[in-house]
C-alpha cells in the first residue's frame, strides 16, 4: 500500500483545472485550424463524396436489411453488388493505389502534411508548456485501487515508488487529456470531428484513403448477410403480450 498525501486545492486551481481547459481549447482550436487548411478540391471532390454516399446507404440497408420483404431486398442487393454494374463492385483493374493516387495528387499529399502538422506542432508546444510549467506535481488522485501496472502510465514524472498507484502526475493527466477527450469533442464539435489523436498518430504513416477497400467491405457485407423478414412475427408478439396482460 502506497503512502497517502494530502493534495493542495491550489494544484487544483493553479495546475489541473488549467491543464484541462488548455487541452480543450487547443483541441478545438487545432480542428478549426485544420479546417480552414484543407485544400478546395478535397472538400468539392464529387467522386469521394459519391462514394461515401453509396457507403453510407449500404451501411443502411444491412441494418434495416429484416425491415424489408425478402424480394425487396434482394432487389437492392443486387442493385448494390453485381458484377457488372453495383454501385460496390470495383474491378480489379481500376482499383485504385493509395500511394500511386498521393504522388500524382500534390493536392493530396499537401493536405496530409498540414494534417500532420496541424497535429504535431501544438501537441509540442503544449508538452513542451506542461514539462516546463508544471513537471512534478501530484495533480489528482483515482477514487479506486489500481494495481502496480499502471505506475509508469500515471505518475509520469514522479520518481517515488512509496506513493500510492492512485495518484495522478501532472505529466500523465496532459496524455489523459490528450488520448482521451474524444467524447468530449464530439459533444462539442459533432461526429465529424470523432477521430482521436491517437488515431490520428496511427494515420500519419498511411497514403491516404483507399475507397476500393471500403466499397469492398461494403459488398462482403451484403453479401454474407442472411436476410430474415421480422415484421410477420410482430403480430405473433403482439398478441404473446396482450394474452399476458389480459390472463
Known sequence: MGEDLVLDTAIRDW???PLSVVMVLIGILRYFVSKLMRSSSQLSDPKIIKEGQVVIRARNLRAGANFIPAKSFRARKFYYSNEENGLLYVPKGQAQ????????DPNMAMD?????LSMIIPQ????AWVNFFFSGFVAAKIPFPLTQRFRSMLQNGIDLSTVDVSYVSSRSWYFLNLFGLRGLFSLILGEEN??????RMMQMSGFGFDPSKSLGAEKDG??????????????????????????
Open 97 to 104: 493505389n493509395p500511394q500511386a493516387q498521393m504522388f500524382s
Open 15 to 17: 495546475v489541473l483545472i
Open 194 to 199: 470523432a477521430t482521436d489523436d491517437t488515431q
Open 222 to 247: 451484403l453479401d454474407i448477410i442472411q436476410h430474415e423478414w421480422t415484421l410477420p412475427k410482430f403480430e405473433q408478439r403482439a398478441g404473446a403480450v396482450l394474452r399476458k396482460l389480459v390472463y
Open 124 to 127: 509540442t508546444l503544449t508538452f
Open 112 to 116: 496530409m502534411m498540414k494534417k500532420n
